[in-house]
């Protein structure tokens, strides 16, 4: 989703037009390179002793999905498109100062970009060879509402929320202002088991797409996460808060804003020794394109950290790691002079300057700030408050 999110961030910036095209039957246009025989339907009179042997692709074949997106791929290619390195399922036509994105999830296409005359023939070819429905302007796609402000382009996913809460049978509204109580520790050895835990992961896992357009669920769901194995009574009560929370904001979601300098900014926090069972910090980050949040994770780190400026400078660690895939697919798109990436961080021990020259040879981090791409930043006042909306 990070790539859906930087596509709208670029349009809302650019005043790109966003479209929506959905290939009918989608599965059935690809011939098969291997031998593949199925069963006659048992209406066939010789149903019993006879097989057919298929030419085209079937929905139900595990070839189906990979057959069709490598007929796709080859038909954008003669168009003269060249598929991302960075996102497979990415594709940019560049032609002079004129671009065409094309961004593909199975069966759904999104193109924006500056040729409207060439998006117009790209809809006609894939028309005449697969059978489109043009659905126009984007407003809905992979259950994501997509709307449009004068602001910037919002995205909202209301109806998959009203689904969560139903299936939850959330009917009554709790006023609940954090998505999860404060200071509240949970552990995967204490209290009753919980008896359906089923449920308990099945809310979690809708929660865990909720977060797409939810940064302020990601600390919670990646706590309650922990725990699918297992679950808890108590485990079940804090789901129920975060449902709680999510039923007073149903309508939330984030605003991709328009900006006339597409700057990359990033953030890291980290919350050491926050499992109270192994001890394991948990890593933070967020990543701003202009005034647009374009991606952002929370989740516990891989070792335990002995010190908060260990933990601190891993958080930091997995956030370059991010900057340096989004700045290549950023390029891709047309966005350039993003380096050096600033990194804001909260911890003075862990960006000074003696412990970045003990682990530049050994960390990405270090070695990202010797060739430039990244610069180390204290965090400012005003940016307190998005660690806040992380939980962290």
């Known amino acids: ?73 080859h038909e954008l290619a003669h168009q003269g498109f060249f598929q991302s390195k960075n996102d497979h399922s990415l594709f940019i036509r560049k032609k002079a100062s004129m671009a ?10 999104v193109l924006t970009g500056t040729d409207q005359l060439g998006i117009h023939n790209l809809k006609n070819h894939l028309h005449q060879v697969f059978g489109i429905k043009d659905l126009g302007l984007l407003h809905y796609f992979l259950g994501f509402e997509v709307g449009y402000t004068t602001e910037g382009i919002s995205l909202t996913q209301q109806k998959f929320t009203k689904e969560i809460l139903t299936e939850a049978n959330i009917t009554t509204a709790k006023r609940v202002v954090t998505p999860l109580p404060l200071h509240l520790k949970l552990s995967a050895t204490e209290g009753p088991d919980f008896d359906n835990p089923t449920l308990y992961r099945s809310l979690v896992g809708k929660l865990n797409f909720l977060t797409n357009t939810r940064p302020d669920l990601a600390y919670a769901v990646q706590t309650l996460s922990q725990f699918l194995q297992a679950p808890k009574n108590s485990h079940y009560s804090a789901l129920q808060h975060v449902l709680q929370y999510v039923n007073n904001t149903s309508s939330q979601g984030i605003l991709l804003k328009a900006s ?22 948990i890593t ?89 791409n990244l610069e180390i930043s204290e965090v400012v006042n005003e940016y307190i408050a998005v660690f806040v909306i992380l939980d962290l």
């Open 100 to 109: 065409i994105i094309a961004a593909v999830y199975v069966d759904d296409i």
């Open 284 to 372: 933070g980050y967020i990543l701003l394109l202009g005034n647009s949040l374009i991606s952002w994770k929370s989740k516990k780190q891989g070792t335990i950290s002995r010190s908060s400026a260990a933990a601190e400078y891993r958080a930091m660690s997995s956030a370059a790691a991010e900057v340096t895939w989004i700045v290549r697919l950023l390029e891709e798109l047309g966005v350039d002079k993003l380096k050096p990436v600033t990194l804001h961080c909260d911890n003075q021990s862990a960006f000074c300057p003696e412990f970045l020259r003990g682990l530049t040879f050994i960390n990405r981090v270090g070695d990202m700030i010797v060739k430039g």
């Open 1 to 73: 989703m990070s790539t859906v999110r930087s596509i709208l961030a670029i349009a809302a910036s650019k005043g790109w037009s966003l479209y929506q095209l959905d290939v009918n039957n989608a599965f059935l246009h690809r011939d098969l390179h291997e031998e593949v025989y199925m069963k006659l339907p048992p209406s066939h009179p010789h149903s019993t002793n006879k097989v057919c042997k298929l030419k085209k692709s079937l929905y139900c074949l595990k070839q189906a999905s990979r057959q069709w997106f490598s007929k796709l791929a």
């Open 260 to 281: 006339d300098k597409l700057l990359l900014q990033a953030f890291s926090d980290s919350d050491w020794g926050a499992c109270s069972d192994i001890r394991r910090s």
